[in-house]
């Protein structure tokens, strides 16, 4: 099973990125899938998380109205749209999946390596 997260890089402030995580080696369409971020010097965060279905979704208070998680189940993917980027969205940003909808990162099982996610000011 592996997660493979890709997208991120450097952009000014203000700037949109998309971050998509693929999934192989299994499906996942019944699970919950997600993304959390670790900035320099934090402890990794819930940013965002979404349904088997993508009937619900939840968010982090720093990133409502500003990103956007969606899913395709048939390509085994799920995507971060991040619009209006901030500095302080500077992290490495993680998909995990877990079969719990839950915002508790403990409860995810599978976890990409991260894509770097740079915004300057």
């Known amino acids: 099973v592996q997660l493979q997260a890709f997208g991120g890089g450097l952009v000014q402030a203000g700037e949109s990125l998309r971050l998509s995580c693929a999934a192989s080696?299994?499906?996942?369409?019944?699970?919950?899938m997600g993304w959390f971020r670790q900035a320099p010097g934090k402890e990794r965060e819930f940013v965002a998380i979404i349904s088997w279905n993508g009937h619900r979704s939840r968010y982090a208070d720093f990133v409502k109205g500003r990103f956007t998680i969606s899913r395709d189940n048939a390509k085994n993917t799920v995507y971060l749209q991040m619009n209006s980027l901030k500095p302080e969205d500077t992290a490495v940003y993680y998909c995990a999946v877990g079969a719990t909808f839950t915002t508790t990162q403990y409860n995810y099982d599978y976890w990409g390596q991260g894509t770097e996610v740079t915004v300057s000011s």
């Open positions: 080696g299994r499906t996942f369409s019944g699970y919950v």
